[in-house]
């Protein structure tokens, strides 16, 4: 079954069936509805960044190469872990990054967050290799495509048989990076929205200054960014189903089901997150 519903399609099929998106449609619709009743410009602002954060959060996790089990082995291109696993880790890495520079605004808190996340899968990536090579005695090969789609190096004569490919291949290595860098953007992003709704409103609702309030201003942001974050992550795992290789990887296409799935979960979450201080 799919994120939205429908049945798993065949290869990299996008899968979207139209009433479970129709569906999605009218909830999304009437979340906005309601935080436009309830939260203002505010909670409205807030709530399309979050929304705006899910989708890069949801996207970038079909860039990171995962082979779980069978890459333990040697039997899968990618790295020995769960997909949500993997995103959550290069995520919030560029989530905490991004936190700690909130205070330099908004562009430069989120470009942190995408250096912290980027970061963190290419240290990942690297030394995953590292050990592949040195440590298995296994060269990097796909199994999803004869040539690397950027360097152009063939694969098959290093693909051993009975094997989908081994290692990490310079695509998936740059797909890692990416999906590291999208994911670390988008949680500082949703982490940013909230932060804003909190100080804003808790002083109000606190009967507080504004520094009285500011450690559970980020304290609550912070929760509900790894939260959503996590949410997200697993809605991208169930339509990932297994493992994947990187962005040439045929089911690297199904990325828009993730995203319909991702913006009504994010908006689902943002405005309970939101309306919790509002209402």
Same mark, same amino acid.
């Given at each position: 079954?799919?994120?939205?519903?429908?049945?798993?399609?065949?290869?990299?099929?996008?899968?979207?069936?139209?009433?479970?998106?129709?569906?999605?449609?009218?909830?999304?619709?009437?979340?906005?509805?309601?935080?436009?009743?309830? $939260?203002?410009? %505010?909670?409205?602002?807030?709530?399309? #960044?979050? /929304? *705006? @954060? =899910?989708? +890069?959060? !949801?996207? &970038?996790?079909?860039?990171?190469?995962?082979?779980?089990?069978?890459?333990?082995?040697?039997?899968?291109?990618?790295?020995?872990?769960?997909?949500?696993?993997?995103?959550?880790?290069?995520?919030?890495?560029?989530?905490?990054?991004?936190?700690?520079?909130?205070?330099?605004?908004?562009?430069?808190?989120?470009?942190?967050?995408?250096?912290?996340?980027?970061?963190?899968?290419?240290?990942?990536?690297?030394?995953?290799?590292?050990?592949?090579?040195?440590?298995?005695?296994?060269?990097?090969?796909?199994?999803?495509?004869?040539?690397?789609?950027?360097?152009?190096?063939?694969?098959?004569?290093?693909?051993?048989?009975?094997?989908? $490919?081994?290692? %990490?291949?310079?695509?998936?290595?740059? #797909?890692? /990076? *990416? @999906? =590291?860098? +999208?994911? !670390?953007? &988008?949680?500082?992003?949703?982490?940013?929205?909230?932060?804003?709704?909190?100080?804003?409103?808790?002083?109000?609702?606190?009967?507080?200054?504004?520094?009285?309030?500011?450690?559970?201003?980020?304290?609550?942001?912070?929760?509900?960014?790894?939260?959503?974050?996590?949410?997200?992550?697993?809605?991208?795992?169930?339509?990932?189903?297994?493992?994947?290789?990187?962005?040439?990887?045929?089911?690297?296409?199904?990325?828009?089901?993730?995203?319909?799935?991702?913006?009504?979960?994010?908006?689902?979450?943002?405005?309970?997150?939101?309306?919790?201080?509002?209402?």
């Amino acid at each position: 079954m799919s994120a939205l519903g429908g049945p798993k399609p065949a290869g990299g099929s996008t899968g979207i069936a139209p009433v479970p998106a129709l569906v999605s449609l009218v909830i999304f619709v009437i979340i906005f509805a309601v935080m436009y009743m309830f $939260g203002g410009s %505010l909670g409205m602002t807030a709530l399309i #960044g979050i /929304v *705006i @954060g =899910g989708l +890069l959060i !949801g996207f &970038g996790v079909h860039f990171v190469p995962v082979g779980g089990a069978p890459a333990a082995m040697g039997q899968a291109p990618g790295i020995a872990t769960g997909v949500a696993m993997l995103a959550a880790g290069g995520g919030l890495a560029g989530l905490f990054g991004g936190a700690w520079a909130a205070s330099q605004g908004t562009v430069v808190a989120v470009v942190t967050g995408a250096i912290g996340g980027g970061l963190m899968l290419a240290i990942t990536c690297f030394f995953v290799n590292f050990i592949y090579i040195y440590g298995m005695g296994i060269p990097a090969a796909s199994g999803k495509v004869k040539k690397d789609p950027i360097t152009g190096d063939s694969q098959a004569e290093y693909k051993s048989q009975g094997t989908e $490919g081994h290692g %990490l291949p310079f695509v998936s290595f740059v #797909g890692g /990076v *990416i @999906g =590291g860098i +999208l994911g !670390g953007a &988008g949680g500082t992003l949703i982490y940013l929205m909230l932060l804003n709704v909190y100080q804003t409103s808790l002083p109000g609702v606190m009967k507080a200054t504004a520094a009285q309030v500011a450690p559970i201003a980020v304290s609550l942001a912070g929760m509900f960014a790894i939260g959503m974050f996590l949410v997200i992550a697993v809605l991208a795992a169930y339509n990932i189903t297994g493992t994947i290789e990187g962005p040439h990887d045929p089911k690297f296409k199904r990325f828009p089901r993730a995203l319909v799935a991702s913006a009504v979960a994010s908006a689902l979450c943002g405005v309970a997150a939101i309306l919790l201080v509002m209402v």
